[in-house]
């Protein structure tokens, strides 16, 4: 019988992490016959960028954008998911679904993965049935709400009391006799958008890039003054429904 | 949780035409639970200098009793007042020497600098907590509230702002910083300096 | 658990501090003084680490003592305030801190005003017109957020400080037991039963 001399087994651990975080900002401003929902296009890990265009905001039906921020394989993965549902739904009901039922199925489907769930913040924008603009912001796991607007994403603490102060018009008094408007003009929403971005792009690393703003317009409304706007295209199939555009800027890429 | 949120608070300056503003909220903390809603993080060191004193409160005693020796020490020797460039350095070296331990405070600084020609030139300065100076152009920021303080402020912030616009711009861009901080708050103070006055003004804000 | 408050009113300070003293899960005393007087007209409510409280608290009696009797005069409030947080913020950056809380409140008898300290170990130091230290604290603050009236005669500020104790005895899951009520007003130092 030989003793060979064995080393004692050290305990081993081994770890994989499912998640990364893929920076970026989205933001999403709903008006009275509009919705703007909009994201910056640099996609990084840590310190590197990994493309400087990974778009975030996309069309789910003729009225409803999703933009989604966080784990950028998640969210691909998820608005994938999405659009399958809608599909399925367009064979049954032979219509697209409605924003409000977007909302609740994005709900619905992200809380089933409770346990393990897409490591993504989502903001819908679109029309609603009633054909008012809208904006419902969700949590990771599907907590959900619908509001004027919402930032979220890396540079969501830089953007959100920004909003709060030029969109709900926190801390300002309203001259005597007069309101605070429940609604901004598109052109004026857009210019926040842009300043809103400029400055996260200015102030937080892992926004720049590019710019991609989606401006979803109510049945029959007006162009607003969106045909000045520089780098737009439209992207409506229809002729006799709401109607939808894309703005593509460019931000800073340092 | 970080010692620098132990108590929260927030300090933010900036630049106008010919002025200067520094503002801070008037929370103490005790982690979550407030304690003092009339705690002063920003303290006078000359007529024409105000320095903004975010992080663990004992510290922003001590600092402020510190400078203000300091300072006193420098009147005396020098026979004249301490210009804001000088004091920043003083502020810088004073935090670097206790490189390996800390006081736990992030200044901030206002101040009016006198010009070769008798005229005065807006200064203002931050450091971190161990002294490493940052001489920004248009505003600097500090304390728990920093990142959105920075969002708000590169939203409205804009060159040659006079005093009194100077005063809103400031007051806007804490009031909604703030408000999205849960370690911030519970009141406001700021302060506007100008070649011949000081205007301070308690801000009627959230109390949240 | 350890609790203490304090309020100001007209030309007072109402101090106030249970009189346990517990070793981790066993009361060891139950009529413990925990409120000490510094000067003729101020007040100190310790509490924290048993060992360290009596020991700073005394530490810091015969300093305010020593002053008086260099000087024929008491230090005002807001100096030994400030003298007492010194002590505390030098003895964080030491060996061992010093881990004891205090409420100081004084009259200043050349203002001829009340004064309130809110100090912790960290040498944290804030002047109030309330503040509690301990559990109780977390009951008492809303409650004096509500009621306190910094011009409230001596019978009302009485009155409100019972609301607290009654608040933190009938929420806090582990009571304290009696306290110590001491008031300091334009006459100097004196005790109250509730």
């Not at chain 2, 702002?161 to 370690?183: C, G, K, W």
Request: hydrophobic share 40%.
């Amino acid at each position: 019988m030989q003793h060979v001399a064995v080393p004692h087994a050290q305990p081993q651990q081994r770890q994989f992490n499912p998640y990364s975080e893929n920076g970026g900002t989205i933001l999403a401003i709903a008006g009275a016959n509009f919705s703007v929902i909009a994201g910056d296009t640099r996609q990084s890990e840590g310190y590197s960028i990994q493309t400087r265009y990974a778009p975030k905001v996309f069309r789910l039906t003729d009225k409803a954008v999703l933009a989604t921020n966080g784990f950028a394989a998640d969210g691909n993965m998820f608005v994938k998911k999405v659009r399958q549902r809608l599909e399925w739904y367009r064979h049954a009901h032979a219509k697209d679904m409605p924003l409000r039922a977007i909302a609740r199925l994005i709900q619905t489907m992200l809380y089933a993965r409770r346990f393990f769930p897409y490591y993504v913040y989502n903001i819908l924008g679109g029309i609603e049935e009633d054909g008012s603009g809208a904006v419902y912001s969700f949590d990771p796991v599907g907590s959900y709400e619908r509001e004027a607007c919402r930032a979220a994403g890396a540079a969501s603490s830089l953007v959100q009391p920004f909003l709060d102060n030029q969109i709900y018009f926190k801390n300002q008094t309203p001259a005597p006799g007069t309101t605070h408007p429940a609604h901004l003009p598109l052109s004026h929403v857009l210019s926040l958008v842009i300043d809103s971005f400029t400055s996260a792009t200015e102030r937080h690393i892992e926004v720049g890039d590019g710019l991609e703003i989606y401006v979803v317009l109510a049945k029959g409304s007006a162009l607003q003054g969106l045909d000045a706007i520089q780098g737009l295209s439209e992207l409506t199939t229809t002729d006799d429904g709401e109607r939808m555009f894309v703005i593509r800027r460019n931000l800073k890429r340092d | 949780m970080s010692i620098m949120d132990q108590n929260g608070g927030s300090v933010i300056a900036m630049v106008g035409k010919d002025c200067v503003a520094i503002a801070s909220d008037l929370r103490l903390g005790n982690q979550a639970l407030g304690v003092s809603s009339n705690f002063q993080k920003i303290f006078p060191v000359t007529d024409r200098i105000y320095l903004g004193l975010p992080g663990l409160a004992t510290d922003v005693t001590t600092l402020k009793e510190r400078f203000r020796f300091r300072v006193n020490m420098y009147t005396i020797k020098e026979e004249r007042e301490i210009e804001p460039e000088t004091f920043a350095h003083l502020v810088s070296s004073t935090l670097y020497e206790h490189r390996f331990g800390p006081y736990f405070c992030e200044p901030v600084m206002a101040g009016l600098s006198k010009t070769p020609s008798g005229g005065y030139k807006p200064f203002i300065a931050a450091t971190d907590l161990i002294g490493c100076l940052n001489f920004a152009k248009d505003f600097v920021v500090a304390g728990t509230a920093s990142e959105k303080l920075f969002g708000v402020a590169e939203g409205l912030w804009e060159p040659d702002l006079e005093p009194e616009d100077l005063f809103e711009t400031i007051s806007q861009t804490l009031m909604n910083a703030v408000d999205r901080d849960a370690y911030s708050g519970w009141g406001c103070v700021v302060h506007v300096l100008t070649k011949d006055k000081v205007i301070t003004r308690t801000l009627k804000g959230r109390m949240d | 658990m350890e609790t203490s408050f304090a309020i100001t009113g007209k030309g007072y300070v109402i101090v106030a501090a249970d009189t346990t003293s517990a070793r981790s899960i066993i009361k060891m005393k139950s009529d413990e003084d925990k409120i000490k007087t510094l000067s003729p007209h101020l007040l100190m409510a310790y509490s924290g680490e048993p060992g360290d409280t009596v020991q700073f608290a005394e530490y810091v009696e015969r300093n305010i003592r020593l002053y008086h009797i260099r000087n024929l005069y008491a230090l005002r409030p807001s100096a030994s305030a400030a003298w007492i947080r010194r002590a505390l913020a030098t003895s964080l950056r030491s060996r061992k801190p010093y881990s004891v809380n205090l409420l100081v409140g004084g009259y200043d008898t050349s203002e001829h005003t009340p004064h309130l300290y809110w100090i912790d170990y960290l040498g944290t130091m804030s002047e109030v017109p309330f503040g509690a230290h301990g559990y109780g604290a977390y009951f008492a603050l809303s409650l004096l957020d509500r009621y306190h009236d910094p011009e409230a005669p001596l019978e009302e500020g009485l009155a409100t400080l019972r609301r607290c104790i009654d608040e933190v005895s009938k929420r806090l899951v582990v009571t304290p037991g009696k306290y110590k009520v001491k008031i300091v007003d334009k006459d100097g130092v004196r005790e109250v039963e509730l």
